[in-house]
């Protein structure tokens, strides 16, 4: 996620910008209708990129482009110049005054959001983003409840731009636990037709569902699909495309060790075993890391007590399968009624039991 400043003395332009930049771009807009209070506004708090028209009382975009190169403080940041004016020499004007892209208008905002990612990119270092998965062989363990609380702690703290992968298709539900509606979701970058020609990294800003913390969602079906999932080539260009936006991504993947998931573990930079104190579980934890082999040795586990249970049953679950956990997550009676409600408890109770752990756990991680 990026902080574009935007200058244009048009407000319809200036709201559809910024829908286009925070809905869909997942980046924040910071809004300007005059040069000289976005020149001041660039000085305050630099921006990653600035956006900026020609045409506007008092000061030029031109005259804006070149204050902005004179100092030192915002000499680097990338500037699109944004104007009715579409003749070379007016691209011209634009470059010498030290835009970097020149766009006219009218534009479409795909198109402009692809010229802010290629500016972006083109500035930025190599990509640093952690993948974070978090997997169980065993459903009901709690997986989608941690990964849904464990981003909103981010998206709370404002610690880093995180994006949870809701890749289960059988109706996953990530979305319900955030009170959304799980639509769009990954399935509408299945079909070529109606992504009308435009490929999966173009659609994919339009399919993110954004909570009021600021997360962002890519969500599972509401309808289970019937012998089909996310093709691991997919789930590969996805996760790419949105470690290149987002510093932080969690994964909730299917509970199958399938091609999507085994991608999604490949990719990881951190994958943690998710087990409870049940038998069943413990078969299944213990099986995953086996079927694994290396790579599972090097898979982390977190046992959740999503029911009562004292730490004897942690230490029992850690003695069985031969290494320590990196966290222990308490049973908290508040959970059930955040489920009900559709509101994490990292969002609604951060001091409750199962909050603090996973604050705790998600400050080793970032």
């Known amino acids: 996620m990026a902080k574009i400043l935007v200058i244009d003395d048009d407000p319809e332009l200036l709201r559809m910008i910024q829908f286009a930049l925070e809905r869909r771009g997942g980046h924040e807009a910071i809004l300007s209708a005059e040069g000289a209070d976005g020149l001041a506004q660039a000085r305050e708090d630099p921006p990653d990129l600035v956006i900026v028209d020609v045409m506007m009382p008092g000061m030029t975009g031109y005259d804006v482009c070149r204050q902005l190169r004179e100092q030192q403080e915002t000499a680097s940041i990338p ?62 363990v709690g997986v989608t409840t941690l990964a849904v609380n464990l981003a909103a702690t981010l998206a709370r703290e404002e610690r880093a731009a995180a994006c949870l992968v809701d890749l289960c298709p059988s109706s996953g539900h990530a979305a319900l636990q955030l009170g959304l509606r799980p639509e769009p979701s990954w399935s509408d970058l299945m079909t070529g ?27 599972s079906p509401v309808l289970p699909l019937i012998r089909e999932e996310l093709p691991a080539s997919m789930v590969e260009t996805v996760l790419d495309a949105l470690s290149r936006r987002f510093e932080i991504l969690v994964v909730d993947p299917a509970s199958a060790l399938s091609e999507s998931t085994m991608t999604a573990v490949g990719m990881a930079t951190e994958t943690y075993l998710v087990v409870t104190g049940e038998p069943a579980s413990v078969q299944s934890t213990l099986g995953t ?29 850690e003695q069985i399968l031969g290494r320590a956990a990196a966290e222990v997550i308490p049973f908290d009676p508040g959970q059930a009624r955040a489920l009900a409600a559709g509101r994490p408890l990292a969002l609604s109770q951060p001091d409750s039991p199962l909050a603090t752990a996973v604050e705790r756990w998600m400050g080793r991680l970032v």
């Open 79 to 140: 500037i699109i110049v944004l104007t009715a004016r579409g003749q070379a020499v007016d691209r011209q004007a634009a470059l010498d005054a030290g835009a970097d892209e020149h766009v006219a208008k009218p534009v479409t905002m795909s198109a402009l959001l692809e010229r802010i990612d290629g500016l972006l990119a083109d500035r930025s270092p190599a990509p640093s983003s952690k993948i974070i998965t978090l997997l169980s062989l065993r459903g009901g």
């Open 193 to 219: 037709d109606e992504r009308g020609g435009r490929g999966i990294v173009d659609t994919l800003p339009d399919t993110l569902l954004k909570h009021e913390s600021g997360l962002h969602l890519l969500a």
């Open 289 to 317: 890391i086996r079927a694994l082999g290396e790579r599972g040795s090097e898979l982390s586990i977190v046992i959740n007590q999503a029911e009562r249970a004292g730490l004897a049953a942690s230490e029992s679950v």
